[in-house]
């Protein structure tokens, strides 16, 4: 078997090792990290036709406010409507197909195509359509705005990450999340951003996926991150795995980051003793990854930006009183500047498998059984939308 063969159909055959029991299976083949046409149909099966993160709710706080986002070539566009929901839109004026949101900042009520004016009401309803039965006249019988809304994308905000499903056709996100929201279901309370200190993004020169690989799996913490792994040791953490949604690492040695006199940030209420010391880190499948301590929380967008490109968006959040009292602002700076080294140390790890996956003899890795079930399946995730039929 060739396993550097370019293309998806070469590819899908090799797929069937991937499918196999971590104790017997391969790893993804070098198409998925190195092939522009397995990416472009990776994309389409594996990103528009799952729950994809685009953004943060954070981001859009107010009435009116819009972010344009370039989501791998599809435009689209996020708004606060006026109840305070979040809506999110093919970013394109259904007349001529003109971008309508060129950059982020706050609609007058209205979106306004910039070309020949027609304008959709924050709920993607056409509203106004100038001159278009000729001058002066701004009907006309053939055009039904009724029929012409803005393309609505299905959206859901959670942990104030904003999920979209392009293609429409997967399952309610209640339903597809419903294992992690039970497992976290203490965590479903208010949490507030830390502020600018709290936001912070790593462009990194690999595949999207390698980064998910990475964070899902303790195995490399000796190596990678020995200040880290001083206090929170290999033999520390355990593995989290549900096929089909989600995996990760959780540790039972968590220890509360402290400032210069012993100020410790406030703990989110009502947590039960398994959080004392317990933290978990998630990859919620595709591209979210989520951490969850007694005191704060952080999300990761991983927004793949091209084959062999990928932005780390990375956002901090605390309780009301964490993130907003100034005498923790100390504290959540050092926070952040903690994450980042963490977080800086894997960035040397991801790009180094991104160039190995050139080398023409790499056939997906052995996978250790005890030591890398998350990886493998997050990998078997990967390789079953690929081969899977259309949903019902």
């Not at 309508?100 to 306004?112: A, H, I, S």
């Not at 203490?186 to 912070?200: R, T």
């Not at 100020?263 to 595709?286: C, H, M, Q, V």
Request: with cysteine.
């Amino acid at each position: 078997m060739n396993v550097h063969t370019k293309g998806k159909g070469a590819s899908a055959d090799y797929l069937q090792e991937v499918l196999k029991d971590v104790n017997e299976a391969r790893g993804l083949p070098n198409s998925h990290y190195v092939d522009e046409e397995v990416f472009r149909e990776e994309t389409r099966r594996v990103l528009y036709e799952n729950w994809s993160a685009i953004g943060f709710a954070k981001d859009i706080r107010d009435h009116g406010d819009a972010m344009p986002v370039d989501f791998l070539g599809m435009p689209l566009v996020a708004v606060r409507d006026k109840d305070g929901s979040v809506n999110v839109f093919q970013n394109t004026c259904r007349h001529r197909g003109m971008i309508l949101v060129q950059q982020k900042g706050r609609l007058r009520g209205t979106f306004r195509c910039p070309y020949h004016s027609w304008c959709y009401g924050l709920d993607g309803r056409l509203v106004t359509t100038p001159h278009v039965g000729g001058p002066g006249h701004n009907t006309h019988e053939d055009i039904k705005r009724d029929e012409l809304g803005l393309k609505r994308i299905a959206s859901h905000v959670w942990r104030d990450v904003i999920f979209v499903n392009v293609s429409g056709d997967a399952p309610p996100f209640d339903e597809y999340a419903a294992n992690l929201i039970e497992r976290w279901k203490e965590y479903d309370q208010p949490m507030v951003h830390g502020g600018e200190i709290s936001s912070f993004k790593l462009d990194v020169k690999t595949n999207w996926k390698l980064a998910v690989e990475n964070y899902c799996e303790s195995y490399h913490l000796p190596w990678i991150h020995p200040g880290l792994n001083s206090y929170s040791r290999l033999e520390d953490h355990y593995h989290i795995e549900e096929p089909g949604h989600f995996s990760g690492q959780g540790t039972l040695v968590y220890r509360q980051l402290e400032g210069e006199n012993g100020e410790r940030f406030p703990d989110f209420p009502n947590l039960s003793d398994k959080w004392d010391t317990g933290a978990e880190y998630i990859a919620l499948f595709p591209n979210v990854l989520l951490g969850v301590h007694r005191d704060h929380a952080f999300a990761i967008i991983l927004e793949p930006k091209s084959l062999d490109r990928t932005v780390e968006h990375v956002e901090i959040y605390y309780t009301a009183q964490g993130a907003e009292a100034a005498g923790y602002a100390d504290l959540r700076r050092k926070n952040a500047e903690q994450w980042k080294e963490v977080f800086e140390e894997d960035v040397f790890v991801v790009e180094g498998m991104q160039k190995g996956r050139h080398g023409r003899y790499f056939d997906g890795g052995k996978f250790s059984p005890a030591m890398d079930g998350p990886t493998h399946l997050f990998h078997h995730w990967v390789a079953s939308q690929m081969v899977r039929g259309p949903r019902s």
